[in-house]
C-alpha cells in the first residue's frame, strides 16, 4: 500500500482534528518507505515494544500514546533520541493516535459501552464541536442512481441530490468533504468542477471524551461488579502478582449506590471528569488514574480500573478494524504491551 493513501485512510478514520489542543496526534517519526506492507500497532511507543515491531518488518508503526508532546531537538540522549535511532534508519514511520482516537465517535475508544450495552449512550465532555457544510456545484454530466447510491451512503454525508439543471447539492460533515470532493472526481473522470459551500450552525458534529448509557436493567453493586470483570478481563491476561500467582484488581472511591442503572466511563485516564459524570447522573463511573484529592471529593461510586486496561483492548480492536479495512494490501498486527503496575497479594 501507498504511504500517501495509508496516511489518508487513518486520518479519516482518526481526523488529526478529533485530537486535543494540547496533543500531539500524528507523525512522530517521518519514514522513508514509499510503500507499507506491515504496519504494527501497540499502545505505547516503548523500546521493547518497537524493537518487536522492528524485527517483524513493520514499515509503519502506530502507537496510541505519542513519542513527544511538545518538538524535541535530538541533542540530547534519552527515550526520544533512542528512538530516533531505532526509527531513522529503518525508514519506517511511526504515528500517533492518541486524543485522535479517544475521540473517534462510536470508535474503538468507546468499546466499554458496547460490552455493556449500554442504551442512550453520550458524550461526557465535548472536545470540538464540527460544523456541517452545504456544497453546491455544477456536474459536468448528470449522474445515474447506480452512482449516486454508494455516495449517498459515504460516511458523513447528510444529504444529496441534483437538480433537473445538473446542480449538486451535498449536506456533510466538514470532516468529511476531502474524500467526498475525491469521489466526485472519480464519478466524473476528473473533470474540473468548481464548489460553493456554505457553514451551518446546525446540526454539528462533536466529538466528546467519555460516554455515559443506561444498563438494559439496574444491578446491585456485586452483581455490576461481576459483569464488569468479566467484560474488562475476557480479552487480557490476569495481571502477575509478586508471589507468582495471578491476580487482578481495581481500586474504588466514593459511596456505593444502592443500586447501579447509569453508568459512565472514560477509555484511559479520566479522574479529571469525576464532576462531569455525576452531574450527568452517573451511578458509577469507570476510569484509571484517579488522584488522591479527585478521590476524597468524589460524590459517587469511581472504579479505577488502569489505563493500562482500558487502552489496551482498545488499540487491540483499532487493530482489528484496520485488518479489515486494509484486507490484503497491507498485514495488520498488534504487539500487546505489559501493564507497568503489579500487586503483591498479602498473606
Known sequence: MNIDKLLSRIRFLVS???????DNSGIQIAGTRAEVKKIALALDPAPARMDECLAWGADFVLTHHPLYFKPKAPNANGPHMDML???IPAGAWLYAAHTSLDCRPDGPAFWL?????LENR????VNHSFPVRELFFQAPSRFTEREARPLAEMTGIHALSQTAAGEVRVVADESALPDIREQFRAVFADKPIEYYTRRLESPATTVSFGEIGDLPEPMTYEDFARRLETVLFKN????AAVSGKTSVAWS???????SIRRVAYCTGSGGSLIPETFAAGADVYICGDVKHHAAMDSPGLVLDVSHFLLEEEMVRLFAQELQKDFGREAEVRFFPGENPFRFRLLA
Open 16 to 22: 488529526e482534528a478529533f485530537a486535543a489542543d494540547w
Open 85 to 87: 535511532r531505532r526509527f
Open 113 to 117: 459501552g458496547r460490552e455493556l450495552k
Open 122 to 125: 453520550a458524550g461526557v465532555e
Open 236 to 239: 487480557q491476561p490476569a495481571m
Open 252 to 258: 474504588e472511591c466514593g459511596p456505593r449506590p444502592e
